[in-house]
């Protein structure tokens, strides 16, 4: 080997040397920004994970909530129209019992003075109001015979007064003792309240039932 | 040593210089190299973390869409409501009266204290 071909050869080797050290750089370089790309996606997904899981469950109790807020407003209007309906049924009821009644004076007249009786001997007698509306105030009621009878069942000496202050009412009457600190309260729209389930049962039942 | 055996050495170890500056300057372009792709992958890494981030909140805010859906259904379900209480309207008005009537029977009973 020539002088020549030896410097020629070592000038090719290294040139050699050169192009695999710049070829490993460009490779390592490719290879270190495929590896953080894949590792950014990883994090990602780990990072995105929790928030969608929390998106969902929050979006799945907004869903729960909007709707069962719906159905009970909905059950709700229901419930409330059927109220309304039976309300007026039991208004109609006691407009309707009024009338049968203010049309045959006599049945009405025996109705408040059964009503004026048991009222007089719930209290036990004694001296007593009754507190009546205008029209009934006018029918003229026994009130001595009323007396004697509540005192034969009671046993306790009574009297019975009409009061002069009327009240406003459908129909029935207001007893009341000792100057008005204890009272029954047979108007009819007392007896309604007392019995106000069993009517709103049997009013929902002929209402409402298939 | 003879001059031309002389010659053919330096040459030689010139050869040899250039072959290690050559081999020196490749190596720092390397390093460099791989300094720059270290500093564009970290930006890489931003670039593709942010983007897919970015997609699974798009992503949740679509869910949370889910809560629209389901004020359709809540509004069809008072839809329905108002259907039914309009049926149930119709429904007393054809016996409305026949009830009034046994309501009204009903209280007298009772005011006569036989219910």
């Known amino acids: ?210 | 040593m003879s001059a031309s055996l002389s010659e053919a050495l330096a040459k030689i170890s010139a050869a040899e210089g250039k072959a290690k500056e050559l081999l020196s300057k490749a190596d720092l372009e390397a390093k460099e190299k791989v300094r720059r792709a270290e500093i564009e992958a970290r930006r890489v890494y931003h670039e593709a973390y942010e983007a897919h981030l970015g997609q699974a909140r798009a992503g949740a805010a679509q869910v949370k869409e889910a809560r629209e859906a389901a004020k359709a259904k809540a509004e069809e379900a008072l839809k329905e409501a108002e259907r039914q209480i309009a049926a149930l309207r119709r429904q007393a008005e054809g016996r409305f009266e026949g009830t009034a009537q046994a309501l009204a029977e009903e209280i007298l009973s009772a005011a006569w204290g036989r219910a």
């Open chain 1, 1 to 210: 080997m020539t002088e020549d071909q030896i410097v020629s050869k070592i000038l090719q080797d290294a040139q050699g040397e050169v192009e695999t050290a710049l070829r490993k750089a460009a490779q390592a370089s490719e290879d270190v920004i495929r590896q953080q790309k894949e590792q950014a996606l990883r994090d990602a997904e780990k990072a995105a994970a929790p928030i969608l899981a929390r998106a969902k469950e929050e979006a799945e109790a907004a869903r729960r909530q909007v709707i069962t807020e719906a159905q009970t407003r909905a059950n709700w209007n229901i419930l409330s129209e059927k109220r309304q309906i039976i309300e007026e049924a039991l208004a109609a009821a006691t407009t309707k019992l009024i009338e049968n009644l203010r049309s045959d004076t006599d049945s009405y007249v025996s109705l408040l003075s059964h009503l004026a009786r048991e009222g007089g001997v719930a209290l036990g007698g004694g001296d007593l109001e009754l507190l009546l509306n205008a029209h009934a105030a006018r029918l003229g009621l026994d009130l001595d015979a009323l007396a004697k009878e509540v005192e034969k069942e009671t046993g306790a000496k009574t009297t019975i007064h009409l009061s002069g202050r009327r009240i406003k009412n459908i129909g029935g009457v207001l007893v009341q003792a000792d100057a008005g600190r204890r009272t029954v309260d047979n108007t009819f729209e007392g007896i309604v309240e007392r019995r106000r389930r069993d009517l709103e049962t049997i009013a929902a039942k002929l209402l409402f039932a298939d």
